[in-house]
Every structure is written in structure tokens, then in C-alpha cells.
């Protein structure tokens, strides 16, 4: 078997090497040559099943269709970009002006541009922040305006985000002391008045997303907190920025200001549609408090993040809010035309309908009208082990390909994708 460098200073591989990085061409040749000691590649034959090997570009990741008929998914990386916020974040890739003013010359505000995006988004807002995700905008709202004072909250809205990471813990973790007030299933606004004193430093309001309460239950607004003099800061998660007629329970960054809140915080990578991030909108005052404490220089975002969420508040509508606002009638026409096209390539498909949900620990209970295509289920495993990888959804013994959550400009692959899986590739 030819040793690694001597396949490495074959001409070609070096060519390739330079191209696509030598790490890269080193673990495929470790690979083949992994192959050629089990048997299964000549000795002769190794530099050639390195070149065949070879990927076109040096690209990472695997891409993969969300084919599960859940919007946002935390496991595929919740919101995929749009197509404009893509192209923004390759060109803020290299240098831009994330600090200057190109007008004068001088150093400007970081991220003046996705700043003022998110006002004219939000105008009920005099300030906007934005942070690594909504976590870290409560980790900063808790440490600038409440450390070593008492954050009041409610019982029932003592949440675990998921992953094992508790709302409680994490506030604590700044040094705020928690102020529970109410019960799991009842708070009123007199509990939060009996509890707020000199020591408060805010109220928080959080948002139940990703669980219902139903029976005997009662929750203090926004707007009966806000007269308590003391701020209301209010955790909004899914990042809708004015209110949703397709989902009417989802409370939104717009109604929170306008019912008194202090500041809101949202996550930039659900029903926005963006990338990850936290957003902090709302009075100038306490935002420049937030602003101002050291803490924020370790939460901020990045250049990549700042370029996709301008693109993101100014561009076309993205995947997600865009399947939101989708005619169901089209999903069914999608399925339909996939199924057919796939029974006339030989592949056993008939297009069922199906409830797609918002996913992403929102909306819990709320399901969207959906169509699939039904497969056998022994597709699902050839599905996600291809390129594209499509991630399906298996029920009632079947696998069912759900297109609410693909974009419609993806269904070609998602054609494509099942004919290999069914090996019927095309061509
Ligand atoms: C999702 C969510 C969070 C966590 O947001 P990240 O952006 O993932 O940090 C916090 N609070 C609520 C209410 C949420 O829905």
C-alpha cells in the first residue's frame, strides 16, 4: 500500500491539496487507505479512488431537507436564512463596515445598519441590542439591572428551555435572587405588587412557549405590571415582531411596548426567520444600562451574525415566516405534483395530508395545515444517509415526506433526493 505521502506528492493530489486544504485531502486519503487494508481497494488503485473521492469544494456540513413537517428545527439549526441573508453574510465574510462610516472616515457605531433595520421594524422601540441569543439577553438584562437585587417572577413561568437549561438557573447564575410570586397555575397581578420593593430590580414576564396550561389559570398582563414602577422586562422567545393572524396566541415584540414593557427579548432564529441571536428592544434608558455593563462586550455578535439579521429584517419575507404565511392549498399542490412525478419514475408515492407544527419549542399544540408524500418506510434511513440528506418523518409505518418546512425552490432536490433513496437516480 503506498504510504501517505508518497499519495500525497502525487501531482494531482498536490494540485488538490492546495485547493481544497490538506487536511481535507489527508483524511480522504487515510480513508481510501483504510479501504485498500481491508481489501476492498488495489494498491495500485489508491491514487485514483483518492482523486474519485475528492469533493468539488472544500465546503463543510452536510446540507439537509427539512422534510419532518416542523418549521424550526432545533436539530437542523432552527430558521434556514434566507437567499439574501446568505449572500450577505459571504459578503460581510470578508472586510466591511461593521465600525466605520464610510462618509467620514471615523470609527461608527458596531452594526449601525442591522440596528436601525430592527427599528424601522419596531418603532414602538427608542433603543435595539443585539446579543449572542435570547439567553444571553436575559443573562445581560439580569446582570446590568438586577445582580445582587431581586428579579420577580411568576410560578408558572419558571421555564425549562430545553436541553436541560432552566430559565431559573440561568437568571440565578448572574447573581440576581429570584422573587417567585403566584402558583403554577395562577398569578395575579396583586402577587407582583405585594412582592415589588426597593430590592426589585425588575419584573420579568416569560413567555410559556413551549408548553400549554389549560383549566383554572390566570396570568397578569403586561400592561397591569407596567404600572408597578418598577421596569417590565419581557422574554417574548419566538421573535415575532407585530402580532401573527396564524397565530393569534404568540405574543410579539410590538404589543409588549406598547403595553408598557421596559424592554423585550426575543430570539433572532425562530419565527423571525434570521439568524441566532438575541434581541433586546425597547426604552433608551435601560438599554443603555445594558448597553453600558462590561458584560456586553462578551455577548455581542459577530460580523456574519449582524450582516444575515439586516438582510433578514430588510429583505424578502424568509423560509420560515414565509411557510407560515403559505396557502395550505399550494403545500398540497407541491405533494401532489412530487407524488406523481416520483409514481412516474417508478417510485411507490402517494401524496397525503399531513399537520406540520411551528416547532423549535414554539406554538405548542398549534398544528398547520400540511401535505406529504407517503414512501415506504424503509426510505427514511437511504433519505438521510443521502446528499442532500432528507430528514423525514416515520409514522403509521410509513415515511412521510411533509414539504411545509421545504422551501418550494428545494422540491427539484427533494425529487431528486427520493429517486436515489428509492435507487432510481435520475440520469
Ligand atoms: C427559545 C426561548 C428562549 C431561548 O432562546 P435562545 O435564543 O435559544 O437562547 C428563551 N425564552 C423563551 C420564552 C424561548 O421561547
Same mark, same amino acid.
Given at each position: 500500500?503506498?504510504?501517505?505521502?508518497?499519495?500525497?506528492?502525487?501531482?494531482?493530489?498536490?494540485?488538490?491539496?492546495?485547493?481544497?486544504?490538506?487536511?481535507?485531502?489527508?483524511?480522504?486519503?487515510?480513508?481510501?487507505?483504510?479501504?485498500?487494508?481491508?481489501?476492498?481497494?488495489?494498491?495500485?488503485?489508491?491514487?485514483?479512488?483518492?482523486?474519485?473521492?475528492?469533493?468539488?469544494?472544500?465546503?463543510?456540513?452536510?446540507?439537509?431537507?427539512?422534510?419532518?413537517?416542523?418549521?424550526?428545527?432545533?436539530?437542523?439549526?432552527?430558521?434556514?436564512?434566507?437567499?439574501?441573508?446568505?449572500?450577505?453574510?459571504?459578503?460581510?465574510?470578508?472586510?466591511?463596515?461593521?465600525?466605520?462610516?464610510?462618509?467620514?472616515?471615523?470609527?461608527?457605531?458596531?452594526?449601525?445598519?442591522?440596528?436601525?433595520?430592527?427599528?424601522?421594524?419596531?418603532?414602538?422601540?427608542?433603543?435595539?441590542?443585539?446579543?449572542?441569543?435570547?439567553?444571553?439577553?436575559?443573562?445581560?438584562?439580569?446582570?446590568?439591572?438586577?445582580?445582587?437585587?431581586?428579579?420577580?417572577?411568576?410560578?408558572?413561568?419558571?421555564?425549562?428551555?430545553?436541553?436541560?437549561?432552566?430559565?431559573?438557573?440561568?437568571?440565578?447564575?448572574?447573581?440576581?435572587?429570584?422573587?417567585?410570586?403566584?402558583?403554577?397555575?395562577?398569578?395575579?397581578?396583586?402577587?407582583?405588587?405585594?412582592?415589588?420593593?426597593?430590592?426589585?430590580?425588575?419584573?420579568?414576564?416569560?413567555?410559556?412557549?413551549?408548553?400549554?396550561?389549560?383549566?383554572?389559570?390566570?396570568?397578569?398582563?403586561?400592561?397591569?405590571?407596567?404600572?408597578?414602577?418598577?421596569?417590565?422586562?419581557?422574554?417574548?422567545?419566538?421573535?415575532?415582531?407585530?402580532?401573527?393572524?396564524?397565530?393569534?396566541?404568540?405574543?410579539?415584540?410590538?404589543?409588549?411596548?406598547?403595553?408598557?414593557?421596559?424592554?423585550?427579548?426575543?430570539?433572532?432564529?425562530?419565527?423571525?426567520?434570521?439568524?441566532?441571536?438575541?434581541?433586546?428592544?425597547?426604552?433608551?434608558?435601560?438599554?443603555?444600562?445594558?448597553?453600558?455593563?462590561?458584560?456586553?462586550?462578551?455577548?455581542?455578535?459577530?460580523?456574519?451574525?449582524?450582516?444575515?439579521?439586516?438582510?433578514?429584517?430588510?429583505?424578502?419575507?424568509?423560509?420560515?415566516?414565509?411557510?407560515?404565511?403559505?396557502? %395550505? *392549498?399550494?403545500?398540497? =399542490?407541491? #405533494? @401532489?405534483?412530487?407524488?406523481?412525478?416520483?409514481? $412516474? !419514475?417508478?417510485? +411507490? /408515492?402517494?401524496?397525503?395530508?399531513?399537520?406540520?407544527?411551528?416547532?423549535?419549542?414554539?406554538?405548542?399544540?398549534?398544528?398547520?395545515?400540511?401535505?406529504?408524500?407517503?414512501?415506504?418506510?424503509?426510505?427514511?434511513?437511504?433519505?438521510?444517509?443521502?446528499? %442532500? *440528506?432528507?430528514?423525514? =418523518?416515520? #409514522? @403509521?409505518?410509513?415515511?412521510?415526506?411533509?414539504? $411545509? !418546512?421545504?422551501? +418550494? /425552490?428545494?422540491?427539484?432536490?427533494?425529487?431528486?433526493?427520493?429517486?436515489?433513496?428509492?435507487?432510481?437516480?435520475?440520469?
Amino acid at each position: 500500500m503506498p504510504r501517505t505521502d508518497t499519495v500525497l506528492a502525487e501531482a494531482r493530489v498536490a494540485a488538490a491539496a492546495d485547493r481544497l486544504g490538506r487536511g481535507l485531502v489527508k483524511s480522504v486519503v487515510t480513508a481510501v487507505q483504510q479501504d485498500c487494508r481491508a481489501g476492498r481497494v488495489a494498491a495500485e488503485a489508491v491514487v485514483g479512488e483518492v482523486l474519485a473521492r475528492l469533493p468539488d469544494r472544500a465546503d463543510t456540513g452536510t446540507p439537509v431537507l427539512n422534510a419532518t413537517g416542523v418549521l424550526l428545527h432545533t436539530n437542523l439549526g432552527r430558521a434556514p436564512l434566507s437567499e439574501a441573508a446568505r449572500r450577505s453574510v459571504a459578503a460581510a465574510a470578508g472586510t466591511g463596515d461593521v465600525e466605520l462610516d464610510l462618509a467620514t472616515g471615523r470609527r461608527g457605531q458596531r452594526g449601525a445598519g442591522t440596528l436601525a433595520a430592527l427599528l424601522d421594524r419596531v418603532p414602538a422601540a427608542e433603543a435595539a441590542l443585539v446579543v449572542n441569543n435570547n439567553a444571553a439577553a436575559l443573562v445581560l438584562a439580569a446582570t446590568a439591572l438586577a445582580a445582587g437585587r431581586e428579579i420577580v417572577i411568576g410560578r408558572g413561568e419558571l421555564v425549562e428551555i430545553g436541553d436541560g437549561f432552566r430559565l431559573p438557573d440561568l437568571l440565578a447564575s448572574t447573581g440576581a435572587r429570584l422573587r417567585e410570586v403566584g402558583t403554577t397555575n395562577r398569578t395575579v397581578a396583586a402577587d407582583y405588587a405585594a412582592a415589588v420593593g426597593p430590592d426589585t430590580g425588575f419584573v420579568l414576564k416569560v413567555h410559556p412557549s413551549n408548553f400549554t396550561v389549560t383549566g383554572f389559570t390566570a396570568a397578569a398582563s403586561v400592561r397591569e405590571l407596567a404600572g408597578l414602577g418598577v421596569p417590565v422586562v419581557v422574554d417574548v422567545g419566538s421573535g415575532l415582531l407585530t402580532p401573527h393572524p396564524v397565530l393569534p396566541d404568540e405574543p410579539d415584540v410590538t404589543s409588549a411596548l406598547a403595553a408598557g414593557a421596559a424592554l423585550v427579548t426575543a430570539s433572532g432564529d425562530k419565527l423571525l426567520g434570521g439568524p441566532q441571536a438575541g434581541l433586546v428592544l425597547g426604552r433608551a434608558d435601560v438599554a443603555g444600562t445594558l448597553r453600558r455593563h462590561p458584560l456586553y462586550r462578551a455577548l455581542r455578535v459577530d460580523k456574519l451574525t449582524l450582516a444575515a439579521l439586516e438582510a433578514t429584517l430588510r429583505g424578502p419575507l424568509p423560509p420560515v415566516p414565509a411557510a407560515l404565511a403559505a396557502d %395550505p *392549498a399550494d403545500r398540497r =399542490r407541491r #405533494a @401532489d405534483r412530487l407524488a406523481a412525478r416520483l409514481r $412516474a !419514475a417508478g417510485v +411507490e /408515492a402517494t401524496a397525503v395530508p399531513s399537520d406540520a407544527a411551528v416547532g423549535g419549542g414554539g406554538a405548542p399544540g398549534v398544528t398547520l395545515p400540511s401535505a406529504a408524500v407517503r414512501l415506504p418506510a424503509g426510505l427514511a434511513v437511504p433519505l438521510r444517509l443521502g446528499r %442532500p *440528506a432528507v430528514l423525514a =418523518r416515520v #409514522a @403509521d409505518g410509513y415515511c412521510l415526506v411533509d414539504v $411545509a !418546512a421545504v422551501d +418550494e /425552490a428545494d422540491d427539484h432536490r427533494l425529487y431528486g433526493a427520493v429517486r436515489a433513496a428509492a435507487g432510481r437516480p435520475c440520469g
